[in-house]
């Protein structure tokens, strides 16, 4: 392996030297510093991160712990958390903690185990408390992604519970009374179900327990939604992910349903596969939410140290984009 002092002996320069023009610190010429970094990327020089990580007790790189990697919406968070952390000078190191606990336990162990210098996570429950705990009070700073389970924690939250409310009242302009609502069946995720009842009871319509329906994040609901849409004929539904909305339109199509001509639908996310079928979706803004959620973590770790840090909690609005896949019924009534 290619180390500083052979860099040192092909530039002419002490190690001091080359350290100062890898670390961008101390004085140093430009053209020296210039020609000791191409003299290192020819020899094909790598900086080794376990030394330096001895050295300082962290790294350069941030954990995430994705909870769900089949659903499409925290894949294009990670791509762009990835490359906002590049830009930032982050590598990442990654778990998957697939909506189980005890996984997120194991990725949790290993991002310590690796020194990571922050952690961004989704929780799945607030049953690590603990742990979490121990890794809050021993300086670690962590975020809390899309969901909050720890009130200690750092958050970044979507008001999903206003994006059922504009999916419900969007529908209910557009003459629909009987909306099945697929909720997330979560105690610590924003509640959706909350926003549809609201945009109901404003209206003066009805609320029929057997059109609110409540899911694990990653559960198949095909069998249920088929279920429901022939027992009750809903004319619209409110898909709580875009997982579910894969699900219902699997659904329909079994069932012979044109979305919008036999049924209107609203998905939350708007992920590639409802932009390409022109579905309404209830957007988040990723982008704007990732850049804030990394510079808040690296904030943090920049004031490593400091105590009595006041905790973050920011709830994002959403917003409403409308498509061709809700049907005006009050045109035809």
Not at 85 to 93: A, D, F, I, R
Not at 97 to 116: C, I, P, Q, Y
Not at 126 to 140: A, F, K, V
Request: charged share 20%.
């Amino acid at each position: 392996m290619v180390t500083m002092k052979d860099i040192a002996k092909a530039a002419g320069v002490s190690s001091a030297t080359v350290s100062r023009a890898m670390k961008g610190s101390g004085y140093i010429g430009k053209d020296m510093k210039t020609k000791i970094l191409s003299i290192a990327d020819s020899l094909g020089y790598v900086v080794d991160a376990n030394a330096q990580s001895m050295r300082t007790g962290t790294t350069n790189t941030i954990g995430v712990i994705v909870c769900d990697i089949r659903n499409s919406f925290f894949s294009m968070v990670l791509m762009e958390m990835i490359q906002e952390l590049k830009e930032s000078g982050y590598t990442v190191v990654l778990g998957y903690s697939n909506e189980d606990g005890a996984t997120e336990l194991s990725n949790l162990k290993m991002m310590l185990a690796s020194r990571v210098a922050g952690i961004i996570f989704t929780p799945v429950s607030n049953e690590n408390e603990s742990y979490i705990h121990s890794l809050h009070g021993n300086g670690i700073p962590i975020l809390q992604l899309y969901r909050r389970a720890y009130e200690e924690l750092n958050s970044i939250v979507v008001d999903d519970e206003r994006g059922a409310y504009l999916a419900t009242s969007h529908l209910i302009q557009n003459g629909h009374t009987d909306i099945l609502m697929l909720g997330v069946d979560s105690d610590i995720s924003p509640n959706r179900t909350n926003g549809y009842m609201t945009a109901m009871n404003e209206a003066h319509i009805p609320i029929k327990k057997n059109l609110m329906l409540k899911f694990q994040p990653n559960e198949d609901i095909k069998i249920e939604v088929r279920n429901v849409i022939e027992r009750c004929r809903p004319t619209a539904i409110v898909a709580g992910t875009n997982t579910f909305g894969l699900d219902v339109f699997a659904v329909c199509h079994q069932l012979g349903l044109h979305v919008p001509n036999d049924i209107s639908l609203v998905v939350f996310d708007d992920v590639p596969w409802v932009q390409s079928f022109d579905i309404t979706a209830i957007a988040q803004p990723v982008g704007g939410i990732t850049v804030t959620a990394i510079h808040t973590l690296i904030n943090w770790i920049k004031r490593a140290g400091m105590e009595n840090a006041e905790v973050v909690s920011m709830k994002i609005e959403p917003k409403l984009i409308s498509r061709c896949s809700v049907k005006n019924i009050r045109k035809i009534t």
